[in-house]
């Protein structure tokens, strides 16, 4: 009975898809993507490379860095320390960053604040993380004189944006319940964060305090090597721009895997323990 | 809850933070970190923006050699993340529980993505800098690798939470393997992974500034020159230049996020 209208293809055949807009939004998309790519490769600047011997080499070197990893101009204990470094530097941008979120979060979800401010709040955190964090880094090293200073707030800045997001989503998501019975009990505003929000959330912020700092600890090898922020992707880039000598190079990388994927199996079992949904 | 389980977590919690407070007071030793130098600093830095980081009509004129930079970068990261996509797709389908060829190569696909994505970026650049030089294809490749890594994780982990019942409802019917991720995965899981792809689109133009900067290619490569000329005017620009093309970038995966998810 609704057969009153059936689209049908130029030579007759009915239409079995009904394209949505979902679907037609999803293939433009990928399209449009697929195009970029190509016209990308017109783009990229070509200069000085011998893409056959590159790529001989490059497996050479790969070869030398992870098959004879050695030290040469760091000692082990050295080499220990300065991943202690980047492992502080990472701690100290998560853990200000985290007590700075929590307080931006309180401002930023819509259940706790006024639709203004928390619109105020996201609009200055989408800034804040449109810009790469080496970016920030090299502002403040001018500001603030190249150390451990510039670098620790260079990497607050987005460390305080991720958080943010993350935190006001856990608060908005607290049971509505919780806030209307403190509300009527007399509770103020600041009883009702911290005996209502606070207790509900706080394993839920603690382990997303741990994924930022997994993702901080490989911002901090990165803003050793370009911002020249110390640590031990400052080694890194000594080793390979200035030695070249990849055998440290390599034992730089072994080191900086083993402390990632420490990170990263503790921040997994985190996700499986407390986001269940997520995690499979 | 009673009130031993009560007075138990408070304990926890005292502890954990005690805990917290002793890292940061040991972290801040190692760096030599200083709290009070820190705070000073934030004003300090904020006025110095304001007044050294203006765009000023000189400046201008360098506006085209920025934009071409901005878009050989912009154009890298996109190719860099489409073509780490596919192969992501493959690593995933092959990683996945639900989709898995055999054991092995599930094992083989998550522990490529494994180390390639914890080999931090920077390791990437600088050895490839090496035999690549200083062009384009070396932070494209820098930045395939990276994002294949994190990827394939993204796509193992939607393949396993979306597909466990067509596929069983597939293989009931005697389709094939083929049938099964052609016609159930990836269609079902195609609008999550776009968007992956999208947010990886965002991040590698960051991450390419990152990268640019080591490789000496794209708009990291000008914003180093500047920086080292001691042109914060420019500097300005360039920053400026990078914070429009991500918020455009971000608005768009935005919307196309919101209507197919």
């Not at chain 1, 055949?13 to 017109?42: E, P, Y």
Request: aromatic fraction near 12%.
């Amino acid at each position: 009975m609704e057969a009153t209208y059936i689209k049908r293809k130029k030579d007759g055949r009915i239409h079995i898809k009904s394209g949505n807009k979902g679907d037609r939004v999803l293939r433009w998309t990928v399209v449009i993507l697929t195009i970029l790519t190509f016209v990308a490769f017109l783009f990229f600047n070509y200069a000085g490379l011998e893409l056959g011997s590159a790529i001989t080499e490059t497996a050479y070197n790969l070869k030398v860095m992870f098959l004879e990893p050695a030290l040469s101009h760091l000692s082990l204990g050295e080499a220990i320390y300065q991943v202690g470094v980047t492992l502080s530097l990472a701690f100290l941008a998560t853990i200000i960053g985290a007590v700075i979120a929590f307080f931006l979060s309180l401002m930023a979800a819509t259940n706790l604040a006024p639709v203004g401010i928390t619109r105020i709040v996201r609009v200055f955190v989408a800034f804040i993380r449109a810009v790469p964090t080496v970016l920030w880094v090299l502002i403040f090293a001018i500001a603030a004189g190249l150390g451990s200073e510039a670098a620790v707030l260079g990497m607050l800045f987005h460390s305080i944006a991720y958080l943010v997001k993350a935190f006001s989503e856990a608060f908005e998501e607290v049971d509505k319940g919780i806030l209307e019975a403190l509300q009527s009990a007399g509770g103020s505003w600041w009883h009702i964060v911290k005996s209502g929000v606070l207790p509900s959330t706080f394993t839920y912020l603690l382990s997303w305090v741990f994924l930022r700092f997994e993702i901080n600890f490989g911002v901090a090898v990165a803003m050793g090597a370009a911002a020249g922020a110390g640590g031990i992707g400052f080694d890194l880039f000594m080793a390979s721009s200035f030695y070249f000598d990849l055998r440290e190079v390599g034992f730089i990388t072994y080191a900086i895997l083993i402390v990632a994927f420490l990170l990263e199996v503790i921040s997994t079992r985190l996700k499986k323990r407390y986001f269940p949904a997520t995690s499979d | 809850m009673n009130e031993k389980t009560l007075r138990k977590n408070r304990w926890q919690t005292v502890i954990l933070l005690l805990i917290i407070i002793v890292l940061t007071y040991v972290s801040s030793a190692i760096t030599s970190f200083n709290f009070v130098d820190g705070l000073v600093t934030i004003p300090k830095a904020i006025g110095w923006m304001f007044s050294n980081l203006m765009v000023t009509q000189e400046t201008l004129d360098k506006l085209p050699t920025i934009l071409e930079k901005l878009a050989e970068t912009t154009f890298m990261s996109i190719a860099a993340t489409t073509i780490a996509a596919v192969v992501s797709l493959f690593l995933g389908v092959f990683g996945s529980k639900t989709t898995k060829v055999n054991n092995f190569l599930s094992v083989f696909a998550r522990f490529i993505a494994s180390v390639s994505r914890n080999i931090p970026v920077v390791a990437w650049s600088l050895v490839l800098l090496l035999s690549f030089g200083q062009n384009s294809v070396t932070g494209f490749l820098a930045l395939f690798v990276g994002t294949v890594g994190f990827l394939t994780r993204a796509f193992i982990e939607s393949i396993d939470e979306a597909s466990q019942s067509s596929v069983e409802a597939l293989t009931a019917t005697g389709a094939t393997y083929f049938q099964i991720v052609g016609k159930a995965v990836i269609p079902q899981c195609l609008p999550q992974m776009i968007s992956w792809v999208l947010f990886m689109v965002e991040t590698n133009i960051r991450n390419a500034t990152l990268v640019g900067i080591l490789t000496g290619t794209g708009i990291g490569y000008t914003f180093d020159m500047y920086y080292k000329m001691l042109n914060y005017n420019a500097v300005a620009l360039v920053t400026l230049c990078i914070v429009i093309t991500v918020i455009i970038v971000d608005l768009m995966s935005n919307y196309v996020r919101k209507v197919i998810l």
